[in-house]
DNA sequence: TTGAAAGCGATACCAC
DNA sequence: GTGGTATCGCTTTCAA
């Protein structure tokens, strides 16, 4: 085309030290003229890297969701900055695991060079599996004695365990915790939850309800709850999000219950929505920027070939009106 | 490997008619207990095609903006539910259009088989270069008469006029304008608002305070601004988002002044934030979930080869709290 | 400093 | 049905 060998072109146009100035200046007005761009995914292929990291949402147990939950918005968000600071592009996918391959399709696809699980759903053990063989793989969840993955989040059960203990201590007996407990995190707050209800003697006024995580959805359900139980069911809520917990907020409204006094609610993770409500929404707070850092710091860590351990956050009890 | 062709061992996992099944049987059996997985970018770089589709922010005029814009990030989940729905993938890229080719070097990569560019910046001109060659692009943003590329957004003209004439029908005679008219959705708005001052016989009164989109760098000289002015420089503000309208509600109360008694406030978008200023936002209000789709169903239906036009939705008044 | 040629890992066409 | 083989578009040794 200009004259010269394709490797020539390739070395000009990526600035190769060992060219010619004059030659490089030639290629590239050429390349510039009839408007040439190399192909990237060539590139991928031949150079085994894409400057691409997978952010993946799994919903093993609840296929309703949607990405645009306030959550993993928020989440999306951060990670997309830290990112793209890096001059690093995401790959989003929402992923079904229907099929138990899923995880490693993506890892050893070769269309990113890290991956980002935000939530463990009820996948813990993918998780683990891959994460033996796959390094570049970080996820945002709960972590447990012995596990394989590396991940970042905040100290679940003790997060469970101050919220209910703050709702016993302004005065409820009969508490209800509303959650899907087949998610880890959220059993892990459930534990929290348990062992603060334990530790008042109240273990047997502990009831379980299991949301689903879905907005849309689950308002019915808890509607339909929160009406057969009244304020003389339960006088307590331990939600497992603040989504959930504004939904509950927004039912009891609808049943002329009133917050705090009839029931006192708590949420969990402190997103923007938590300010919002009515009455605004005591909550455990999650630092998400910070674990988001600590995602894309510990994800090109190991992408650099370190080994290093889960990162786990204290959660913080911030106490608005709720409660 | 399992003595048969590479040729076979394609055809057997993409699960093609022509192959015997037991073969098909056979082979799978092997590349499962192995777990062999094929290499999606050789794959890519073979078909021409990728599952995924690209969302880009230019940010021409605003290089400190990032991601997590409350605007960008409803668009954002809301094209992600609606193209991982169709089983699509996001690639996410913030780019800073310092050089021009940043559009055709995302369209030619071949790494994404359709682009959604999220508000134009100043880059109209580049858009509609690319447009003329690169079909799937499809653009969030305002149209005007003789564009090339296709695009979706509200008829930011005719917002930016019923915003202002709203804000004199309630007394407000003395406006400022906050917004960057160089992105070119805003400089619609401030037209429309220029009209509806000329219209009131106001054209000597209105003032333009081209404040940035970022949030944090422009909060404080919104400060100044409003402290410099009073509540005798201007008695009304028509925002050109509900970022910035809230930035300067917040900004108001630094000052002791009141919204609306002091200065009344418009916003543009009706984001989720617009329901939670204190006093509670009153706005122009984009359909952004039937923007997302209709930005969703032209770019597959322009990827099918059809050609379609832009598509330009009505914006609505939202009357609140604040005018 | 440049050219030739060998892959990267799949798919698809063409014979058999 | 299945096996060979060219090809997608680039990068990168190895020689010259």
Redesign the interface.
Same mark, same amino acid.
């Not at 761009?37 to 060539?42: D, I």
């Not at 050893?108 to 269309?111: D, L, T, V």
């Given at each position: 085309m200009a004259g010269v060998s394709p490797g020539t072109v390739s070395r000009a146009l990526a600035d190769s030290p060992l060219i010619s100035a004059k030659t490089r200046e030639r290629i590239q007005a050429i390349a510039r003229e009839h %408007?040439f761009?190399?192909?990237?995914?060539?590139r991928? $292929?031949r150079t085994q890297r894409?400057g691409?990291i997978g952010v993946v949402i799994p919903l093993g147990h609840e296929t309703g969701q949607?990405?645009?939950d306030p959550f993993?918005?928020?989440m $999306?968000?951060?990670l997309? %900055?830290s990112l793209?600071e890096r001059g690093y %592009? =995401? =790959?989003?996918?929402?992923i079904i695991p229907s099929d138990p +391959?899923w995880l /490693? @399709?993506m890892a /050893? /696809?070769?269309?990113v060079d890290g991956l980002i699980i935000i939530g463990q759903s009820d996948q813990a053990a993918t998780l683990d599996a891959v994460a033996a063989r796959y390094r570049p793989l970080v996820v945002w969840g709960g972590h447990v004695e012995g596990q394989v993955h590396c991940s970042v989040g905040s100290d679940n059960r003790l997060g469970g365990e101050i919220a209910t203990a703050h709702l016993i201590a302004r005065g409820a007996r009969r508490i209800a915790f509303f959650g899907d407990p087949r998610a880890r995190e959220i059993a892990q707050r459930l534990e929290g939850c348990r062992a603060a209800m334990a530790a008042a003697g109240l273990s047997h006024a502990l009831q379980l309800f299991p949301t689903h995580l879905v907005a849309d959805t689950s308002h019915a359900d808890i509607v339909r709850f929160l009406g057969e139980q009244g304020k003389d069911g339960i006088d307590g809520i331990v939600a497992a999000s603040d989504v959930i917990a504004s939904s509950a907020l927004r039912a009891m409204v609808s049943l002329s219950l009133h917050a705090p006094d009839d029931i006192r609610v708590i949420g969990y993770d402190d997103l923007p929505i938590a @300010? +919002?409500t009515l009455p605004r929404l005591s909550t455990i707070r999650q630092e998400l920027t910070a674990g988001a850092d600590a995602l894309v710091d510990l994800l090109f860590r190991r992408i650099g070939g370190e080994d290093c351990a889960s990162f786990v956050m204290p959660p913080k009890l911030i106490v608005r009106h709720s409660t």
């Open positions: %408007d761009r190399p192909n990237a995914v060539a991928n $292929l894409t691409a949607h990405i645009s993993f918005m928020t $999306l968000g951060l997309a %900055d793209t %592009d =995401l =790959l989003l996918s929402r +391959q /490693s @399709r /050893s /696809s070769g269309r @300010r +919002q």
